[in-house]
Each structure stands twice: as C-alpha cells, then as structure tokens.
C-alpha cells in the first residue's frame, strides 16, 4: 500500500547562519518507500517547532549531528501507525519521536520516542506538555530547583511551552510564581491562563525594578530558558540558597565565539546560590513518572497547554524564525498537511 | 595587669582602590586597657592573610563592614589567652578568631572563633589547614564538588592555602589531582609537597593545551579560587556531570561594575554541569568535625601546610598586596611583634 502514497515534506534546502527562515526551506512531494521488515509507517497530525531546532540547522556538531541538505527538517512529531512490519507497534498506535516535517514517516522504531498512552487526551499534547516540554519542565524545576512551599519561582519565556509548564508546576509546589515574557499578550496570558502570581513584560519599563517588586525576598529559584540580558537581571537577586536551572538560551543566537556578559561567579558566592545545567534526555528512563503525572494534573484542569497552530508545511517554513522572534502564543505546531 | 601593657598594631589608615598596598596601613602603639567582667585579654602569636580582607578594606559592605579607619586591620590570628575574666576561657587557651592585626586583643568572646584542642600540633595550623583555609577545601570539595574515586580534580591557586588543602584531600579520595598556579616554583611544590598527579603554570604556554593534557578525560570537579581567564579555560573542559566550587574570584579584584567573561550557560547544559557558590561560614556547625579529621590527615602526614611567615608589623603592611601578587609560596602569615 505505501508505494501509492505520496509523500509531503519540508526540507532543509540551504544553510543558514543563526536562526533559520522560510528562505532556508522547501516544500516538496516524493514517494513513500515501501516497508521493509521492521519497519512501520506513521501518518504524523502534528510537527513540533522548539528552540534547539535552529542547532540542528547548523553545520556544528551540537547534542546531534547536524540535519543533512536536502532531507527533512528533523523535529518531533505526533502521528499515527498506519502500517506496520515491525512487532513493537501495530496499526492505531498513536507515537511521537523524532519523525520531521513530513507527512508520512517510515520508521526501524528508533526514531519513536514512544507511545502516546493518554489516549483520551489531544496528540498535539504529546508535544508539548505530555512531551518533552512538559518533562523538561517537570525535572528541570522539580529535580534542579527542588522548590519549597511558599518560596518564589521565576520563569522566563514564561507563557511559552516549557515555562507556561514550569509556572503552572511550581504553582501546585506552593510556590509564588513570577513570569517573565516579551509582549502585553503573553504577560495576560500568563496571570489569566497559567496562574502566575505576577507576570512582567521585559521590553517595557524597567526589569530590575519590576522584579523587585514581585520578588519582594529575592529569587529561589530561577528556570533559565533565556540566558542573555534577562537572566543577567534576575541574578542580581538572587535569594540566598537561590537554586538556578540553566534550560535554554534562546536570546543568545549565537555561541561561536562564546557571548560575553557578566559573571555570574560572586552573585554565586554571595547568595551561596546553584547553577545547573539541563538536558532532558538524561531523565528518559523516568519519562513515563513525568508524563503520567502531568496527564492526570492536564484531566484535572490543573495544568493547561496553551497551542498555535500553523497550518501545514508551507507555514512551516517560517516556524523557527517566529518562534524566535517569540511572536507565538503558547507551543508553536504545525498541522501536517 | 593589662594597664601596663603596650598594644602594637597595623591600623587601615586610608582607603585603597582595589588591593591594599603597604601605604595603605600604619604601625603604631597604644595602651591596653583593663579588662572589664567579661573579656579577655590574647596575646596573638600569628595574624592571617586572606584574600577576603581586600574586600573589608573598601567602604561597600560585603560579607561584612568595611574596616574603619584608624582600627585595627580585622584578620584573623591566634594566640594565647594570657588574662581571662570571662567563664568561657582560663589563662592557656590557644584561640583563634576575628583579633586583627594587633599584639594583643581584648575580646568579650563574640570575635573568638574557637579554641584550638588540637595544641600536639602548632599554633600557626589554626589559621590554615586547622582554620577557615582547611575547613573551605574540605566542605567546599566534599560537600560541593563530591568527588568519586578516580575523578579527575582541578585546582587553582593549587599551592595556596585553601587549593594546597583541597589538592591533598582530593588525592585522599582516589582522585587525579591537576594544579594550576602561577610560577615554576609552585609548580614543584604542587607536585613535591602537595601530591598532585600535574601541575600547570599558566603564566607560560596555553593552558588549555597543558590541561587537555593533564585531564584527559576532561574535568569532573573544578575547585574554582581564581575566576578570571583561568576559569574560563577550565569551563571549556568540562567533563559530563562536573561539579564546580565557586570559592573565590582572586583574579578579578574589581567587581562594581561586575566584570564581563564568556557566558558559562551553554557550557552548563552541554555538559549537564552544577556550579555553586561557598561561603564557609554556612559550615559554621560542622568545623569540629572537619577540623579533627583535617588534624588526623596531619599528625599521620597525609596533609601538610606549606608557610610563609612575614615577620612583625611592618612586614604585615605589604602582605595582601603579597597575595594578591602571589609572591607568597603557602599559607601567608604574620609573627606578631
């Protein structure tokens, strides 16, 4: 059966330099192989857009080597098995995995992260916050921050897909949360949508100022999607004991040569406070805790994913490029066409 | 008793930028008043050098106040209580404490640190291995960076005071010690009398080639005194899972405005790496237990303090410019005069 069908996909057709545009991708039509023995073939519903695909675009060896000319944009997607030669996975199952920008994904099964279980919720949540998102946020502010009842948790890229989880966690810890994001929208967003006790807009007005007042005891705990001058603002008020989750450095383009700002070593010192690196993959074996535990707090209306949906591979191609900008309002998809 | 005493002291007697130099500080002689209900009187036999005092000389409040002008330079030192009319301390104690840089110190016991029980061993012991110096390497290592046997270690200011203890200690772990230090000199005396596997003086050569060298496998623990150009080297090295202690930041004296460098973030997350600032006194509790194993290390001759002994007050004067320098060659100190 595969051999009829066509295959729709965006491919990585030149390489750019910083963040990628709808310039650097294109839209085209091939066959879908047939299956070996092994193999199964996923239709997907939903492509992933998240900050570490602009690495992936690179020529630079990153966590991955990087996505070859020519071929699909990798990204993670949600689809279901519509054939299937391979005994793990039969026709009906709903999987995520690193499966690209295309409609028709053939698979050994390495690529499938794994089965989307909470069925009689959305697929697109087993991108986001029954995702890596969710799980990102979910070790990255419980296992790195391990934050207190009561104490202040700030977020920033707040009402995107990894923070609007990590205020909405944090929330049901007992914790204040402050939220820290780009637009008069988003800071809406997040005190109407994902229950922050206050939500700052940093273009407008005065950061430091701002988040003085809503931190009236300083910072606990800090997750760290930003790097760059937000996160250089937030580390001057540090509470002592301050724990800080480096997640993302989404305003820092560009690590070749490494960005300079200002040291972090004596705010460190001062507050006796923890930096730490995060990268999720290292929690995979305790997926499943996580993201069972957001599905039920998702069922119980405790935790929301906010999503924007671009419809099909050509608004894909400027998907990155907006997503850095941050002109998306919750996780940014596309809906496989 | 007391009244016919003479007091001989090195007071701050005007305030530097940056490093206090010899100019900086006066010697002069004063009467020693009589001890009221209360106090005691400890005759010092040798005053501290640390690099924290820097800081006490400039007029920003700190960890502390600054030192006023015409008082006493604040270090500690140790001696002996020669006349006692407080319940806590008899006439032959060994103390050591906050007693600044004077012959003799009248105290109430807020500014006693301890008393020293381990007195089989010498005085001066109290003021380095046996004092602040020994307990920072101890906590600072093994709480902070916990070691595992066969981890590779890296020191800066590896022959000082604090990173000569926290070198030898490491090597008590079972772990590969590399020192980094600033002249030849030091160099053999980080291998000769600390035990490190290597030593590195960053003055000559490239020193990310000497530690690709040194550290193989790159660096598990990083037992940071300098921050600076040093450290920045040091972070390109991490190996998975590092854990740095961020003690001290000797190379920058500066820090209003804080000084720019690399940004440490990705560096963090590609490695999954912890960062964390000490400040020993959050130990408080915990010194006698340190102190006793650190005392045991010394009588079986597993840890030793290296000493450089300025003598009198006038030598006192140039003494934190001395270290700031790193002229000296082991733990900096005074024989009161």
């Known amino acids: 059966m595969s051999s009829e069908l066509t295959n729709r996909r965006v491919t990585l057709s030149s390489r750019p330099k910083g963040v990628p545009k709808a310039e650097h991708f294109t839209v085209?039509?091939?066959?879908?192989?047939?299956?070996?023995?092994?193999?199964?073939?996923?239709?997907?519903?939903?492509?992933?857009i998240d900050p570490a695909m602009r690495g992936w675009t690179n020529d630079a060896p990153n966590y991955m080597p990087p996505v070859e000319l020519g071929t699909a944009m990798r990204s993670?997607?949600?689809?279901?098995?519509?054939?299937?030669?391979?005994?793990d996975y039969a026709e009906g199952d709903i999987v995520s995995g690193m499966l690209g920008w295309q409609r028709y994904a053939v698979s050994d099964g390495a690529n499938v992260e794994r089965k989307f279980t909470n069925t009689d919720l959305p697929s697109s949540l087993a991108l986001g916050i029954l995702g890596?998102?969710?799980?990102?946020?979910?070790?990255?502010?419980?296992?790195?921050?391990?934050p207190k009842d009561g104490e202040t948790v700030v977020v920033s890229t707040a009402a995107g897909a990894v923070g609007s989880a990590v205020g909405q966690i944090a929330k049901?810890?007992?914790?204040?949360?402050?939220?820290i994001t780009g637009n008069d929208e988003k800071v809406s967003l997040c005190t109407d949508s994902f229950g922050y006790d206050a939500a700052i807009n940093y273009r407008t007005g005065d950061l430091g100022e701002a988040l003085k007042q809503a931190c009236p005891d300083g910072v606990d705990c800090y997750f760290d999607n930003t790097c760059g001058p937000i996160s250089d603002t937030v580390?001057?008020?540090?509470?002592?004991?301050?724990?800080?989750?480096?997640?993302?450095?989404?305003?820092?383009?560009?690590?070749?040569?490494?960005?300079?700002?200002?040291?972090?070593?004596r705010q460190l010192m001062v507050a006796r406070a923890r930096m730490q690196g995060l990268l999720v993959f290292d929690y995979k074996d305790r997926f499943p805790e996580a993201i069972d535990q957001l599905a039920a707090w998702v069922r119980e209306g405790k935790v929301a994913q906010n999503e924007h949906i671009?419809?099909?591979?050509?608004?894909?191609r400027g998907g990155i490029e907006m997503l850095y900008e941050g002109k998306n309002t919750g996780k940014l998809l596309v809906r496989a066409d």
Chains 1, 2 share one sequence.
């Not at 993670?76 to 005994?87: K, L, M, Q």
């Not at 890596?132 to 391990?146: E, H, K, P, Q, S």
């Not at 049901?172 to 939220?179: A, F, I, N, P, S």
């Open 28 to 48: 085209d039509e091939c066959a879908v192989p047939e299956l070996n023995d092994g193999e199964l073939l996923i239709k997907t519903e939903y492509w992933s």
């Open 76 to 87: 993670f997607a949600v689809g279901e098995v519509v054939a299937s030669r391979n005994t």
């Open 132 to 146: 890596l998102n969710g799980v990102t946020a979910y070790f990255g502010l419980l296992d790195i921050c391990a």
């Open 310 to 316: 671009l419809e099909g591979a050509e608004a894909a």
């Open 235 to 265: 580390m001057t008020q540090l509470a002592h004991g301050a724990r800080i989750t480096v997640c993302g450095t989404v305003s820092l383009t560009d690590w070749d040569p490494i960005p300079v700002g200002p040291r972090v070593h």
């Open 172 to 179: 049901l810890q007992g914790c204040r949360t402050v939220g």
